[in-house]
């Protein structure tokens, strides 16, 4: 597509629901990078993909976090048994090569309130 | 280590300069920086690899020096258009183009 892609937009769950979230990069992109952002906040890395393998997920907050990738392409963010500090804006960025180059685009995120 | 940027916040009339800093602890194969305007995404302004100094935009540009692994956002004869919150991104070596992004500064232009 003509830009990255995240759905849904918006998301309210309660406390201890699984969510999912997906992000569609830009076709041809290899790199797909997740990060939150809490209001007023920075960016806050989560993980990130070189094709579908995952070599950096070190900043996954908990092991109710994973993230996979297929075909190269779509991503899925899923968090189990949602809390309430998960709130945030989860944003997806994918890049042209390794290492960046060109700079990141940005969807325009997911975001998620835990009530 | 999360790369530090000062001002924090800076309030600029149309026309005037200002200069955005980021500085890190860490050796750095890379700077990039984006705008992020309320409610949206960040953009992508530029990179500035080790080495080497990238002009953007006009009127925007930035500098990298990596002996002291900083890097600097000049913004001149700003503009209301360039309102938003800057935030640097710093990259490692090896680091597979992962970006520690710093908190970010604050940038309103009044008229």
């Known amino acids: 597509g003509a830009g990255v892609s995240q759905s849904p937009s918006n998301k309210v769950t309660e406390k201890g629901k699984d969510v999912e979230l997906r992000c569609d990069p830009i076709?041809?992109?290899?790199?797909l990078y997740w990060y939150r952002q809490s209001l007023g906040q920075g960016l806050e890395f989560l993980i990130y993909?070189?094709?579908?393998?995952?070599?950096?997920k070190s900043g996954l907050p908990s092991d109710r976090f994973s993230a996979e990738r297929t075909g190269g392409s779509v991503s899925t963010l899923t968090i189990q048994r949602t809390q309430q500090e998960d709130s945030a804006v989860y944003l997806c960025?994918?890049?042209?090569?390794?290492?960046?180059?060109?700079?990141?685009?940005f969807g325009s995120g997911t975001r998620l309130t835990v009530v | 280590q999360q790369p530090v940027q000062s001002p924090q916040a800076v309030i600029l009339r149309e026309g005037e300069d200002a200069v955005i800093n980021c500085s890190s602890s860490?050796?750095?194969?890379?700077v990039h920086w984006y705008r992020q305007k309320h409610g949206e995404a960040p953009v992508f302004l530029m990179i500035?690899?080790?080495?080497?100094e990238q002009k953007g935009h006009e009127k925007i540009s930035a500098s990298f020096n990596e002996k002291k692994q900083q890097s600097s956002l000049y913004l001149t004869a700003s503009q209301l258009s360039y309102s938003g919150t800057y935030f640097c991104?710093?990259?490692?070596?090896?680091?597979?183009?992962?970006?520690?992004f710093g908190q970010g500064t604050e940038l309103s232009v009044k008229p």
């Open positions: 960025a994918s890049s042209l090569a390794y290492g960046g180059a060109g700079g990141y685009t």
């Open positions: 076709s041809g992109h290899t790199a």
């Open positions: 993909f070189q094709g579908n393998s995952a070599p950096d």
């Open positions: 860490k050796a750095l194969y890379s």
């Open positions: 500035l690899l080790k080495g080497g």
């Open positions: 991104g710093t990259e490692g070596y090896n680091q597979g183009g992962k970006l520690i």
